[in-house]
């Protein structure tokens, strides 16, 4: 123990000679070190920022309605390449309430150039979300529907908040000391950041087979817009997941198909109305236009 920490005090001292030696032969390549290290260690400083949240819901083991935080944050490092994990970091579980309502926040981390490579690519986009929610599941043994939907508003809480939540996760030094001392460290602390592969997540859905049409009244004005969904193997309404807003519409089934389109016309989402006839293993879809 001793040797160690004198050869490690060694490297230190070979360190500093290093750089006071580049300091008289070289000031300029001295400043631009220096600065580096000061900029790399200001990125390692920096607070996460909110970028998008999600709605889901919690299926097991109790249900409950999910936001999650999908936040940038420098002091998580870009995957190697495209073939690497994709590091990020996974804050605890906060419940809140508004009124009676109570719903569960989630925060979630990734490396701010991985979100803004996701933010043109709809693919990527979702395959992140579905990391997320994957990690999610793994590490607080948590069922969550595989629908989601993404909010107008960036952050579900304070930013505050998420600050504290995903930055309070590195153990405070001193504490940590204490409880070494006292052999309390358990071997199942969580890391700070996991790292997955989206070969991990892949799930095999299908793009189902349908038909998109626009129903006019006698005069050819545009009323409604009618969607029929063949489903083969699917025999019950409620493994049909339905999503629709303004001017899109998502469906997800059991793991086995997965639709989305972008309509041609804004709909009037609360009068929107699904029928499945199961003969048929047929999802129809009616959804007036504003």
Known sequence: MESSSKGLLTQVTQFWNLLDD??????????????????????????????MCLQTRILKPEEKVLFINLCQWKRIPAPQSTTHPVPLSVGRPEDMSETSDVYTVIDVAYNPDVLQAAEKDQVKKDQLIR???????????FTLSHFYSITKFRIKGSIQRMK???????????????????????????????EISSTEIQVEMKEPAYELKIVADQNEKPLEIEIKV?????????????????????????????????????????????????????????????
């Open 131 to 141: 990391m997320a929610m994957k990690c999610i599941e793994e590490q607080f043994q």
């Open 22 to 51: 580049l300091a008289e032969s070289n000031p300029e390549s001295y400043e631009k070190f220096i600065q580096q290290q000061l900029k790399e260690g200001k990125q390692l400083c920096a607070a996460p920022e909110p970028q």
């Open 164 to 194: 504290q939540n995903l930055m309070g996760m590195q153990a405070d030094p001193t504490n940590l000391r204490e409880k070494m001392r006292k052999g309390e460290v358990s071997s199942k602390t969580r890391c700070l950041i996991e």
């Open 230 to 290: 063949e489903l083969p193997g699917i025999n019950s309404v409620s493994l049909c997941e339905l999503s629709v807003s303004e001017d899109d519409l998502l469906i997800e089934v059991s793991e086995k198909y997965r639709l989305h389109l972008n309509l041609p016309e804004s709909v009037d989402t609360e009068m929107t109305t699904a029928k499945f006839i199961k003969e048929k293993a047929t999802l129809i879809i009616t959804m007036p236009l504003v």
